[in-house]
Nanobody, 123 residues
Framework: QVQLVESGGGSVQPGGSLRLSCVPS????????IGWSRQAPGKEREMVIC????????YLVDSVKDRFTLSRDNAKNTVWLQMNNLKPEDTAVYYC????????????????WGQGTQVTVSS
């Protein structure tokens, strides 16, 4: 069964940084795009950012440009979401999912989403 596991969430002050990881079980990441979504309290889940199999990044939320960066290590079968200069509005549960080769822009473009990791930005 294909599963992805997110980790690395936590609580930080505004301006802080976190690095989330996405690790699959059951398949290798090297031919898959990895998308990240988030769901803030009381809001609908939204697509945030995606890394294609060829390591091209697609930003789906303008507010994370220049702050969020994706990278992958195929040897470690891991994708990292580096989040810098975090803001209170980034508070959400963050999820990752896979899609073969190219990024999608919609949640339904991806396969099963992981269980998520909580990110809280507060002073």
């Amino acid at each position: 069964q294909v599963q992805l596991v997110e980790s690395g969430g936590g609580s930080v002050q505004p301006g802080g940084s976190l690095r989330l990881s996405c690790v699959p079980s059951g398949f290798g990441l090297n031919t898959y795009a990895i998308g990240w979504s988030r769901q803030a309290p009381g809001k609908e889940r939204e697509m945030v950012i995606c890394l294609s199999a060829t390591n091209s990044t697609t930003y789906l939320v303008d507010s994370v440009k220049d702050r969020f960066t994706l990278s992958r290590d195929n040897a470690k079968n891991t994708v990292w979401l580096q989040m810098n200069n975090l803001k209170p509005e980034d508070t959400a549960v963050y999820y990752c999912a896979a899609r073969w080769n190219r990024c999608g822009e919609r949640l339904r473009d991806f396969g099963s989403w992981g269980q998520g990791t909580q990110v809280t930005v507060s002073s």
